[in-house]
C-alpha cells in the first residue's frame, strides 16, 4: 500500500480534457491521541460529467472520509492529508489556496450529509439558511434570494415551500428536512453532488422517495454525482459505476450490472450474498464472518485476509494489486479471477 | 407561551408567601424579648412596654399570634407599605436610596463580565489548547478558588492603598469612578464563569455537523464562527448572565461591606447585625421579587433564543 504509481482507474478510458473530478491515490490519516489511523489507503476514482458514482462500504471503510477530502472540510487536525491529488477540472484542489478551496465549494462541488437535523443549523429558519447561501456566495438581493430559495424548494418538492421559509428544522419531517438540505446544496448549481448516506437516517419508504429525488434532480440538472451508501439495495437503480471500499481501500471497482451479474472481490461476494431475497426464502441469512479491521492495526497483506473464504498464505504476506479483469473492471485480490469465475460461493 | 408565562406568575405568588413568611418565622421567631431588641441597652418604662405591646400585637401570644403579626405584615406590604425599621426610618425610603447604587454597581460588574469574560471565552474556544486557552484557564481557576471575602480587601489593599489608582472605599452617594474597583471585585466572579461556560460552548458548537454544512457551502470562517457558531453557542452564556444579573441586582454583602458601599447587601447586612427584623424581612421580601422575575425573564428569553424550546 505504499507504492506511489497512480493506478488506472477502470470501466471508462480517460477523455481527452481529462475526468470532471478525479481522486489519485489518496492517503489520510487520523492522529489521535492512541495512534495513528490510516483511513484512506491509496483511495482513486473518477466522475465523468452527467454520471452516478456510488462508493460502497461499511461504516468506517472511508467513504466519507474520501467525500470530506473532496470538499476541503476535514478537521485538519485530526486528519492530516498523507499524499495523492484530488483533481476538479484539470486543477489539484489540495494544492489550491484556501480562498479558491472555498469558492469551489458549494458552487462546483456540494454535499449532502447524512443526517439532516445535525446538519441543519437548529436556530436559523431554513428558507434563511437556504438563502444565506444565495446570499453571501452569489450575492444576491434579500428578496432575489427569497425567491430562488421559493423555487428551489419547490424544486425538491416541499410541499407550500412559500410558507415554511420561516420554519426551523425541527419542525420539519426527517424526508423534508433531508429535502431542504438537498435544496441548499443545489443552491448554486453545483456540476458534482456528493450524497453522502443520504437516506440512512430516514424511514424505508422516504428512502425511495428521496433517491428518486436525487435521481430525477442529477438527471435534470446534469450533475454528476457521487453516492455513498453501504445499502447496496440503494445503489442499483440509481448508479452507473460502483467502487466498493474496505479499509480506506477500493476493493472493487466496477460497473453496476457487471458488479451484480458477477462480483470479483471476496469482499462484494460477501455483500451481495447477505442481502435478503426473496426467492431464496427460509435459509438463513449469509453473513460475513469477523468484523473490520481497526484501522490503527490494518492486518498485513491483504486487509480483508482474516475474514475472507478464499485467504490463503499470499494474502498474508502480499498486498494485491489492482488487477483489471478482461471487461476493464479492477478488483485488489490475488484471486479476482478465481472469484468472479466461482458463481456458485 | 401565554400559559407558561401565566403558570411561571401564579406559582411565583406561592413562592413569594412561602420565602416572606420562613424569613418572617426565622427572623422573629428566634427573638426573647422585641421589645428590649428594640430599645436596645436603654431600660423601657411598664408604660412604653404598655404602648409597644398594643402597637406591635405582642399581646396576642403563641402561633396564633405569630401568624395575626403576619398577615398584619403582609397587608401592609400588599399595599406597598414595607413598615419601619427599628431605627424608625421607613424602609421603603432605605430601599429607595440603596438601589440605585446596587443597581449601578450591578452593571458595572456585568459590563465587567459581558466585556472581557464573553469575549475571552470566545477567542479561548476558537484557540482550544492555546497558550491563551490554558492562560485564561489558570487564571480564572484562580479567581474561582479565591473567595470574595479575601478577593475584596486584597484588591482594596493594592489597588486603593498601596497603589492608590482607585478610592479604597465608597461612601455616602458614590460616583462610578468609586465604584470601577468594588464592580470589577465582584464581576470577577461572574467574569470567571461566564469566560469557562462561553469557551466550551463555543468549542462544543466548532465541532457541530452543523459547522461543516456551512463550511461546505463556501461561507468565509470569519460568518461561520461569527454567524453560525456564536449564536448557538451564547444560548446557554446569556441565560446563565440573566440569572447573575438578578444575583447582582440583589446585592453583594461582601463588596458592599468592604468597599463601604450604601447599597442594598450593606443594609441588608446591617439589618442582620443590628437584629433589626423589620429592615431584613422588608429588603429580603423585595429581594425574592427581584430573584423570580430574574428568573421568569430567563426563562422566556431561553425560548426566545432557542426556537426548540417550546413551554406549553
Redesign the interface.
Known sequence: MTESVVRPTPASPTPPGGHLLEVRDLHVEFRTGEGVAKVINGVSYHLDPGETLAVLGESGSGKSVTA?AI?G?L?TPPAVIRSGQIRYRGRDLLTLPEEQR??????EI??I?Q?AL???????PVGWQIG??LR??DGMSRADARRRTVELMDLVRIPGAAGRLGD?P?QFSGGMRQRV?IA??L??NPKVLIADEPTTALDVTVQAQIMDLLADLRRDLDMAMILITHDLGVVAGVADRIAVMYAGRIVEHADVRALYRAPAHPYTKGLLASIPRLDVRGRELSTIRGLPPNLMRIPTGCPFHPRCPYARQVCVDVVPDDLVLADGRTSACHFAQEVHDDRAR | MFRFVLRRLLQMVLAFFGTTLIVYALMFAGQGDPIQALAGERPVTPAQRAYLTEKFHLDRTGVGGFFYRYFDYLRNLLQGDLGQSLTGRSIGDILAAAWPVTVKLAVIAMAVTILFGVTAGVLAGIRRASLFDNATLVLTLLVLGIPTIVLAPLAQYLLGVRWPLFPPTAGADPDLYALLLPGIVLGSLSLATALRLTRTSVAENLRADYVRTARSKGLVRRRIIGVHVLRNSLIPVITFLGVELGNLMSGAIITEGVFNIPGVGFNLFRGIRTEDGPLVVGIVSVLVVVYLVANLVVDVLYAVLDPRIRYE
Do not use: C, Y
Not at chain 1, 102 to 107: D, N, S, Y
Open positions: 470530506q470538499m472540510i478537521d472555498r469558492q469551489v465549494r458549494g458552487k456540494a454535499i450529509f443526517d445535525s446538519a441543519l443549523n437548529p436556530v436559523f444565506e447561501t453571501h456566495r426551523h425541527h438540505m441548499m446544496a443552491a448554486l
